[in-house]
């Protein structure tokens, strides 16, 4: 069965152990919520399953293949994708030329051109397709990192923080977006978000990471009734709080 499979991942930064036998497992056709206090490790866990940073243990599968040890550029030739908790984007190019970059390297670079025409329209950017990505504000910006992750046609798509910076209504439409991909397109979507409204209105399964260790996992409704993580991560409240 397709999946990313990551088990047992441990990352030490001199003497501090930044990730400590983490795991976790995400499927085609869902969407995966990873979770966790600011430090739990949850940009240091997508940097070792995008390949910029090797693990001292552990293994990250990618349909049932060890991609452990290979770079970055290699995993994005299986199929992932990622964005980042600060944005990426390349400042001097405009919005269009930001995600034709990534539609010209993809497996549908033929088609790159009216790709990019259909992800504008997609993500409500076509205003913005001659406009410098670093005249953008935040929110916008970070509409235009996912829409150039989109562009690579993505089998598995890792998000860091993307609704940083969006309105209400822009989130309501990126969850939509989310669910479509998910459902429509059969992309296994791993989502680290600090807008729990989001996390929990939107993730098939939910992880929890604390200190480096994955300290639970559910379906949303069973997060939220957990005392550890309404005490440490919600808040009380599954509608707010820190991720």
């Known amino acids: 069965m397709s999946s990313l499979e990551v088990s047992d991942v441990t990352v030490t930064f001199g003497g501090h152990r930044a990730l400590d036998g983490a795991g976790l497992t995400a499927h085609p056709g869902t969407i995966t919520g990873l979770i966790g206090p600011n430090g739990a490790g949850k940009s240091t866990l997508f940097d070792v399953i995008c390949g910029l940073r ?3 243990t552990g293994t990250v599968m990618l349909d049932g293949k060890d991609v452990t040890r290979i770079g970055p550029a290699r995993r994005a030739g299986h199929g992932m ?14 919005v269009a030329e930001n995600l034709m970059v990534a539609a010209e390297l993809g497996p549908e670079r033929k088609h790159a051109a009216s790709m990019v025409g ?29 829409g150039r992750a ?7 798509l890792l998000l860091d923080e993307p609704a940083a910076g969006l309105d209400a209504e822009e989130t ?10 998910a459902t429509r397109e059969n992309v296994a979507i791993l989502l680290v978000e600090h807008d729990m409204s989001l996390v929990m209105g939107s993730c098939d399964l939910v992880y929890v990471l604390d200190l480096g260790k994955m300290v639970t996992s559910g379906p949303p409704e069973v997060i939220r009734r957990d005392e550890r993580v309404l005490a440490a991560y919600l808040g009380g409240s599954a509608q707010g709080g820190a991720a």
Do not use: H, K, M, W
Request: hydrophobic share 45%; glycine share 6%.
């Open 54 to 56: 090797r693990p001292v």
């Open 81 to 94: 994708a990622r964005t980042f908790q600060r944005l990426e984007l390349f400042g001097r190019l405009s």
């Open 118 to 146: 259909q992800i504008l329209a997609r993500l409500n950017l076509t205003d913005y397709a001659d406009v410098p990505a670093d005249s953008l504000p935040t929110g916008t910006g970070r509409l235009v990192e996912v």
């Open 150 to 156: 989109l562009a690579a046609r993505p089998r598995y």
């Open 172 to 181: 309501r439409r990126f969850a939509g977006l989310l669910r479509s991909l």
